[in-house]
């Protein structure tokens, strides 16, 4: 069958989950030790990986989200899908010119001076080819790929048939994510994604944000061309960040191209309004003359003011060294759990941020990586569900700098800009009292107001864990019970049917029955504790 059948696909994603979770129960039943949970992880990995290759579309962009998750899933998971590359092979020419025409009410010839058939860039969602207008300016056409809306809509909606069985039927990863919520901004992104018409309004905010500025380069639209399905853009040339080669020839050094993109991309992440989301290699080019090319707006997310202001303040207090206050802030935003420690916390940040470009030298990079993953999963913090899409921009970007820059700190790299971009703000004096407060003399204040206050916070704190280990065990062996008979009554079922056993059908539906009503209440009490625990952590 065909990888754009809607039933094939649904089988095929469905059949994918429900295998992984019937043997991360069979797993847990069994209590197996840790290295066979590490084979299993490892193997579920590389299942994933081999389906969404398959099946293409929006499941390889859910597949590179998850990737990012190192602090909710394992390692030998996120190493088998953390390269996933969103290229899949171009349409048949004859389905994008029959698009291009219904688009625009009129044959290609009557649009367009040429068009080269073959696709420079084909991505899951649209391709691109270049193409001359009638007065010969070249141009880059963006069409959507055919039948995308109706495959992206059944992914949808098997998905959301997955996250509902995960939310009642699999234990609760560490952080208690909301897999509604993420489901629910994914959805939003997506969407926007395959409307083109919200792409070229993404494209003109950003041409008028960078309007004046002389390091950033945006390409303009052909309102007049432009449709849902349909984006005519100005052709830019330029070359990737990751081109050795290319980047040697260009007059603007790697540090200050290191730095170009801090100024371009440190406004996104601080101010609050659209940010891009999906900023890879082939998205942001270099020119001849060093400036910062920014491509498909396609993928964006939005930063509210409250979320801004506090990001603002982390990054003060991280270049003032301040790092009580820095843990204070990461507290506010949701990334700490109510358990953290808080002088643990400040301390972990002091030695990570003391760590020198020169020792990488001296370390094996990979197992580096792995300890980091390992330090995530075993420390209380959290990424937000709301924050996926900023992390994915912001860990994008960091590694492009790091490939221009790999001997520089990027601590030293961004202070000046930040700096810059405080004045320009009018918010200079916000982070001239970080930098005091992180003097020794302020330290001491803290530290005896913290000693005062430990006895009531340690209390506090063991009181919300007990309560959060005791109810999280009591429902999770009830939904533990809950699956298993329903597993029962199902084979139960399944045997009566084929033996013509009524006895055992109606013992079978019994149990069925049995593990809904259990399945239900359970539901419904673990939605009151969930809501009592989000209460406990914004107190």
């Known amino acids: 069958m065909k990888k754009n059948n809607k039933m094939n696909r649904m089988i095929r994603i469905l059949s994918l989950f429900f295998g992984i979770f019937v043997q991360i129960y069979w797993y847990k039943i069994t209590k197996k030790k840790e290295d066979d949970w590490e084979k299993l992880w490892g193997e579920i990995g590389k299942r994933v990986r081999r389906t969404l290759f398959e099946l293409e579309g929006l499941l390889i962009k859910i597949g590179q989200i998850i990737s990012t998750r190192a602090d909710l899933l394992p390692q030998a998971f996120i190493s088998e899908i953390e390269d996933l590359t969103d290229k899949v092979p171009p349409s048949e020419w004859s389905d994008i010119q029959e698009i291009l025409e219904t688009e625009w009410g009129s044959k290609i010839s009557d649009k367009l001076y040429s068009i080269q058939n073959e696709a420079i860039a084909s991505a899951s969602i649209g391709e691109v080819y270049k193409g001359k207008l009638l007065n010969g300016t070249e141009v880059a056409i963006k069409v959507q790929r055919p039948h995308i809306q109706s495959i992206v809509q059944t992914d949808f909606r098997t998905l959301r048939m997955v996250i509902w069985f995960a939310n009642y039927f699999v234990p609760l990863p560490k952080g208690f994510i ?314 139960g079922s399944g045997m009566g049917t084929s033996f013509s056993n009524i006895v055992l059908i109606k013992f079978s539906i019994g149990l069925i029955a049995l593990a809904m009503i259990g399945y239900l209440i359970t539901s419904l009490k673990l939605k009151k504790w969930m809501k009592y625990m989000h209460e406990k952590r914004r107190s």
């Open 178 to 491: 909301n897999f509604k919520v993420l489901f629910s901004e994914l959805k939003h992104v997506i969407e926007r994604e395959l409307d083109f018409s919200k792409e070229k309004e993404t494209l003109l905010y950003f041409k008028e944000k960078f309007t004046g500025n002389e390091i950033v380069q945006i390409p303009s639209a052909y309102s007049e061309l432009c449709t849902s399905k349909v984006l005519v853009m100005e052709w830019v040339e330029g070359v990737r960040l990751t081109d050795h080669k290319a980047i040697e020839q260009i007059t603007v050094s790697r540090k200050e191209l290191a730095q170009r993109l801090i100024k371009v991309f440190l406004p996104q992440w601080l101010e609050p309004g659209i940010f891009h989301a999906d900023p890879h290699q082939g998205n942001v080019l270099v020119s001849k003359d060093g400036k910062i090319i920014l491509l498909d707006f396609g993928m964006a997310g939005e930063i509210s003011k409250n979320d801004a202001a506090a990001f603002q303040g982390l990054i003060e207090c991280f270049l003032a060294k301040n790092y009580s206050k820095a843990v204070d802030c990461l507290s506010r935003l949701g990334f700490l759990l109510p358990e953290a420690d808080t002088r643990t916390m400040e301390k972990l940040l002091a030695e990570w941020m003391s760590f020198q470009p020169s020792q990488m030298k001296e370390i094996d990079l990979f197992a580096l990586k792995m300890e980091l993953n390992d330090m995530i999963q075993a420390l209380p913090i959290q990424v937000p569900t709301r924050f996926v899409f900023l992390g994915r921009s912001f860990i994008t970007i960091e590694g492009l700098i790091i490939h221009l820059t790999p001997e520089e700190e990027l601590l030293d790299l961004g202070k000046p800009v930040f700096i810059e971009w405080l004045k320009g703000q009018g918010n200079k004096w916000s982070f001239i009292w970080q930098v005091i407060q992180s003097q020794p003399v302020f330290k001491i204040f803290h530290s005896v107001n913290e000693f005062l206050k430990a006895p009531q916070k340690l209390e506090q704190l063991k009181e919300t864990e007990q309560r959060r280990q005791f109810q999280f065990t009591i429902y999770e062996n009830r939904k533990k019970q809950s699956f298993q008979l329903l597993l029962l009554g199902l084979i």
